[in-house]
């Protein structure tokens, strides 16, 4: 009897087993292609990253929107961090007021194209006043002025295939999003902070705005963006520059 | 879950008292996981904690704005803190889960309402005295201590599970701009961005004060005795738990 017992036993924990095994696989495939991985999803913060990405994005799947304030409430003090590039072609174009610069978009679209500040300036513009807060603990509300990224990736026509877009800056803080928040109403190009072209300091001639993740996440300085399907073949494959400083690629925090 | 193991452990080990646990297994397991992610929370909580040791009150706040409260210490000590929030929120799910778990089976098997809700007449102004006089004066509890909380140890108890853990989660969220843009009342009833960081510091550092007067407790009363309790669930040669 004991025999049986343990017989049964094995083979009950076998199949357990087994059906744990196949169920996390299934699991990771299903959550692979809703869009609940991170691209920083391996070591050993990976499991905390992951659970943090996945019920975020399942709580707001409904393209939830970040408080927006009154002009009364934008902060006097607006703080650096990450000063401008100090090196060409950053420094040439800011002394020629950026009239050379262009913004290439490639990767995953039906229409690459370039454009100039004048061009993104004739988009229809969009201004918000958001809280915007460092990973440090430090925080601000600014008005911004810019074009919501979604009217530029109607323009350029992403493809259905594209899961992330990457956004590289003159410095080496590149970074991505994943569609979601690209698309999200939010997330605009901005041009213009507290009614004044962008400061040189604070990304001239162009950033992002992601109103929903924290500030490290507002790419500055950008020159290029590029829509892919995985990140995997883009840089070190952890979806931005900023795991490799110890950072979370996910910062909705 | 909670209720099973003890019935069970409970009436096999019926001959001995000694065998009866004194801690549930789910109270015990629920305990080490917690120790775990809290000392994760408090050492990756400190890393962030370097990166800006400024406070400040309402929504916003950083340099050249007024602060509340001003650290001795310098900015970026100790580099970015990046390890600092990967750990941190890790940490916090196991806690957060953790805490589900012993919330939920703490309900289900009357665990607080028989064991962390004060007693009859513990709240007694002459009773509550008497147990802070022995407190204060270090008096080595009585061996029947052993098999129940007395007062003080029932009321922060039920302030830490029920009151300071939960403002941690909730002033925790209210930092989360995800989360705020779904669920806004955690940053608003706190009172803002801000205000929501420096409570959740000052929350941290009641908390750390809970365990270090819980570890001195545990040194006066036995250490290596208190702690094989907490780990086999027994009490060697004590009464059983009420």
């Given at each position: 009897m004991s025999e049986n017992v343990s017989r049964r036993k094995l083979i009950t924990a076998g199949l357990t087993a087994a059906a744990g095994v196949t169920g996390l696989g299934v699991a990771a495939k299903i959550a692979d292609h809703y869009g609940l991985i991170p691209p920083d999803w391996g070591g050993i913060w990976g499991p905390g990253e992951t659970l943090t990405y996945a019920t975020q994005r399942l709580l707001m799947a409904s393209g939830s929107l970040a408080r927006e304030f009154n002009r009364s409430e934008v902060s006097k003090v607006v703080p650096v961090s990450g000063p401008q590039p100090k090196t060409d072609p950053y420094q040439r174009l800011l002394a020629g007021g950026f009239a050379d610069w262009r913004l290439t978009i490639d990767g995953l679209v039906a229409r690459p194209s370039t454009f100039s500040l004048d061009e993104i300036k004739r988009m229809p513009a969009k201004t918000q006043i958001t809280h915007q807060a460092c990973e440090e603990g430090w925080s601000f509300i600014a008005e911004w002025t810019g074009v919501p990224l979604s009217y530029v990736m109607n323009l350029v026509g992403v493809s259905e295939r594209a899961k992330f877009v990457v956004f590289w800056p003159f410095d080496d803080s590149w970074d991505s999003l994943d569609l979601p928040d690209a698309y999200h109403a939010q997330t605009f190009l901005a041009y213009n902070l507290n009614g004044q072209d962008l400061p040189a300091d604070h990304g001239a001639p162009l950033r992002v705005r992601v109103a929903r993740q924290l500030g490290y996440k507002s790419v500055k300085y950008l020159q290029k963006i590029t829509f892919v399907d995985s990140m995997k073949h883009v840089g070190d494959g952890r979806g931005s520059a900023e795991p490799a400083g110890g950072y979370s690629w996910y910062a909705g925090i | 879950m909670a209720t099973t193991t003890y019935l069970e452990a409970g009436t096999v080990s019926n001959t001995t008292r000694a065998e009866t646990p004194h801690f549930s297994l789910l109270v015990r397991v629920t305990h080490w996981l917690n120790t775990i992610s809290f000392i994760a929370l408090v050492i990756s909580g400190f890393g962030i904690l370097l990166a800006h040791p400024r406070f400040y009150w309402g929504e916003t706040g950083g340099l050249g704005t007024p602060s509340i409260l001003d650290l001795p210490l310098p900015f970026m000590l100790g580099g970015p803190s990046g390890w600092g929030r990967y750990m941190h929120f890790q940490?916090?799910?196991?806690?957060?889960?953790?805490?589900?778990?012993?919330?939920?089976?703490?309900?289900?098997?009357?665990?607080?309402?028989?064991?962390?809700?004060?007693?009859?007449?513990?709240?007694?102004?002459?009773?509550?005295?008497?147990?802070?006089?022995?407190?204060?004066?270090?008096?080595?509890?009585?061996?029947?201590?052993?098999?129940?909380?007395?007062?003080?140890?029932?009321?922060?108890?039920?302030?830490?599970?029920?009151?300071?853990?939960?403002?941690?989660?909730?002033?925790?969220?209210?930092?989360?701009?995800?989360?705020?843009?779904?669920?806004?009342?955690?940053?608003?009833?706190?009172?803002?961005?801000?205000?929501?960081?420096?409570?959740?510091?000052?929350?941290?550092?009641?908390?750390?004060?809970?365990?270090?007067?819980?570890?001195?407790?545990?040194?006066?009363?036995?250490?290596?005795?208190?702690?094989?309790?907490?780990?086999?669930?027994?009490?060697?040669?004590?009464?059983?738990?009420?």
């Open positions: - | 940490a916090a799910w196991l806690c957060v889960l953790t805490g589900l778990l012993y919330a939920i089976s703490g309900l289900m098997s009357q665990h607080f309402r028989k064991n962390l809700l004060p007693a009859k007449g513990q709240l007694s102004w002459s009773a509550l005295k008497s147990e802070l006089w022995n407190h204060l004066r270090f008096k080595k509890p009585a061996a029947e201590e052993a098999c129940s909380y007395n007062v003080l140890q029932r009321l922060s108890y039920l302030v830490v599970v029920f009151f300071l853990f939960p403002l941690m989660i909730w002033t925790g969220m209210a930092m989360s701009p995800a989360v705020t843009s779904m669920f806004p009342f955690f940053v608003t009833s706190s009172g803002g961005y801000e205000t929501a960081r420096t409570i959740h510091f000052f929350a941290a550092n009641l908390l750390v004060l809970f365990v270090l007067v819980h570890v001195a407790m545990v040194c006066l009363a036995g250490f290596v005795q208190r702690t094989r309790t907490m780990i086999t669930g027994r009490v060697s040669g004590g009464k059983v738990r009420p």
